[in-house]
């Protein structure tokens, strides 16, 4: 999982949407130089998602808390199929 200062481009404490935008697009590019497959890039959640309190900015406990929530996402086992 990235760094919150990986996302902080202006290093000031707040991730705002252009520098979270920015950032992912960064590491997505980063990856895939470096032969990751970038699979399920449809789930990545939005800037909005991560911003729980909805100022504007994504602060570190924000960041944190998303990305826990990833990955037990990510570890969750699946859920059986629905019966007809």
Do not use: L, N, S
């Given at each position: 999982?990235?760094?919150f200062s990986?996302?902080?481009l202006d290093g000031n404490g707040a991730i705002t949407e252009p520098e979270f935008y920015?950032?992912?697009a960064k590491r997505i590019s980063e990856r895939s130089q470096q032969g990751y497959q970038m699979r399920n890039l449809g789930n990545?959640?939005?800037f909005g998602a991560v911003d729980r309190d909805g100022n504007g900015q994504i602060d570190p406990a924000e960041l944190t808390a998303a990305q826990a929530e990833h990955r037990?996402?990510?570890?969750?086992p699946a859920s059986p199929p629905a019966a007809p």
């Open positions: 999982m990235p760094a990986d996302f902080d920015q950032a992912r990545a959640p939005a037990r996402q990510m570890f969750a």
